[in-house]
C-alpha cells in the first residue's frame, strides 16, 4: 500500500511563499493521480491542485496563479509551491493518491482518492 508524508509547512506572513513536499513510498509516484488538498477549520475539504498520471497539471481557481503542482519522478515526490499566500490559504494541506484513472473533472474531488497523508499545517497571518 502507497504511503505518503508531506512536510514543508509553516507559519508565514500574507504574501508569503511556502513549498510543501509529499514524499511517496511503496509504489511509483508516477503509476497515480496525485493531488494537493486543504481543509480549514469548520470547512470541508478542497482540491488545490491535481497532476495526472500523465502530467497534466489542473488547479482550483483560488490556486491559479500563484500555486505550482510538480512531480519528481526520479525522487519519487510531489511538490506545491505557493506563492502570494494569503490568510485564506490557511489549513491543512494533504498529499493524496489514487491509481485509478480519474475523469479530468473529478481530479479535484476529495471522495475520489484512496490514499492519503497525515497533512502539514499552513498558516498565513498578516
Known amino acids: 500500500q502507497v504511503q505518503l508524508v508531506e512536510s514543508g509547512g509553516g507559519s508565514v506572513q500574507t504574501g508569503g511563499s511556502l513549498r510543501l513536499s509529499c514524499a511517496v513510498s511503496?509504489?511509483?509516484?508516477?503509476?497515480?493521480?496525485m493531488g494537493w488538498f486543504r481543509q480549514a477549520p469548520g470547512k470541508e475539504r478542497e482540491g488545490v491542485a491535481a497532476?495526472?498520471?500523465?502530467?497534466?497539471?489542473i488547479y482550483a481557481d483560488s490556486a491559479k496563479g500563484r500555486f505550482t503542482i510538480s512531480r519528481d519522478n526520479t525522487k519519487n515526490t510531489l511538490y506545491l509551491q505557493m506563492n502570494n499566500l494569503n490568510s485564506e490559504d490557511t489549513g491543512m494541506y494533504y498529499c493524496?493518491?489514487?491509481?485509478?484513472?480519474?475523469?479530468?473533472?473529478?481530479?479535484?474531488?476529495?471522495?475520489?482518492?484512496?490514499?492519503w497523508g497525515q497533512g502539514t499545517q499552513v498558516t498565513v497571518s498578516s
Open positions: 493524496a493518491a489514487e491509481p485509478r484513472r480519474l475523469l479530468f473533472r473529478s481530479i479535484l474531488l476529495p471522495y475520489e482518492y484512496n490514499y
Open positions: 511503496r509504489y511509483t509516484a508516477s503509476n497515480y493521480c
Open positions: 497532476v495526472t498520471r500523465a502530467g497534466n497539471t
